[in-house]
């Protein structure tokens, strides 16, 4: 089973741009489908975006589509989540998630996680 590392998290102001990393231990990388969801304070982790094993189907929540975009290198061990026109709304923790199944919008069918980072946008 892989483990999650993710970075590139900060303080950006409304209108900027972040790209978030999320390297993976392991040799079995490619098996796993490879999603983003994020936390606010006082609120439900909420799916972002998700992508299969090859890279070649990506999936969006409604509130970041055409904003965000989902990507993976397999021969890296790493998907990344580059983060453009960020509002204060996207402020949150950032949470990589992996599982060996098609891709889910329910963080609860997901079984291996990431520590998380923070994205803090300000207005």
């Known amino acids: 089973q892989v483990q999650l590392v993710e970075s590139g998290g900060g303080l950006v102001q409304a209108g900027g741009s972040l790209r978030l990393s999320c390297a993976a231990s392991?040799?079995?990388?490619?098996?796993?489908?490879m999603g983003w969801f994020r936390q606010a304070p006082g609120k439900e982790r909420q799916f972002v975006a998700a992508i299969s094993r090859s890279g070649g189907l990506t999936y969006y929540a409604d509130s970041v589509k055409g904003r965000f975009t989902i990507s993976r290198d397999n021969a890296k061990n790493t998907v990344y989540l580059q983060m453009n026109s960020l509002k204060p709304d996207d402020t949150a923790v950032y949470y990589c998630?992996?599982?060996?199944?098609?891709?889910?919008?329910?963080?609860?069918?997901?079984?291996?996680w990431g520590q998380g980072t923070q994205v803090t946008v300000s207005s």
């Open positions: 998630a992996a599982r060996e199944a098609p891709w889910s919008t329910n963080p609860l069918e997901y079984n291996i």
């Open positions: 392991g040799r079995t990388f490619s098996r796993y489908t």
